[in-house]
Nanobody
Framework: QVQLVESGGGLVQAGGSLRLTCVGS????????MAWFRQAPGKEREFVAA????????NYADSVKGRFTISRDNAKSTVYLQMNSLKPEDTAVYYC????????????????WGQGTQVTVSS
């Protein structure tokens, strides 16, 4: 198992940037595919970005391509989500998630989740 602790959320003006951080526990962080999902009030949880175990492969939702970048540092057991050119539509609770080996856009495929961090983008 892995425990995930998220940080970096906050209030940002439209067009601004924010970097989310997710730190995993234990010695096996490097065995997990990592992903970010988000959920806005009244909406279902949606895929944002995912990164392979080694960091060699990434996948992004169409809505964030070119604006968001997911990366990881296995030596620090940490995954990041750099968010640029933020829009009010990006406002949501952002969740860090982990699964062994599988890279997926389906939240049901992920085994471990952080508690979420609020991102609010003002107009």
């Amino acid at each position: 198992q892995v425990q995930l602790v998220e940080s970096g959320g906050g209030l940002v003006q439209a067009g601004g940037s924010l970097r989310l951080t997710c730190v995993g526990s234990g010695r096996t962080f490097g065995n997990y595919v990592m992903a970010w999902f988000r959920q806005a009030p009244g909406k279902e949880r949606e895929f944002v970005a995912a990164i392979s175990v080694s960091g060699s492969s990434t996948n992004y939702a169409d809505s964030v391509k070119g604006r968001f970048t997911i990366s990881r540092d296995n030596a620090k057991s940490t995954v990041y989500l750099q968010m640029n050119s933020l829009k009010p539509e990006d406002t949501a609770v952002y969740y860090c998630a982990a699964v062994l080996w599988r890279l997926s856009t389906n939240p049901l495929d992920y085994d471990y989740w952080g508690q979420g961090t609020q991102v609010t983008v003002s107009s």
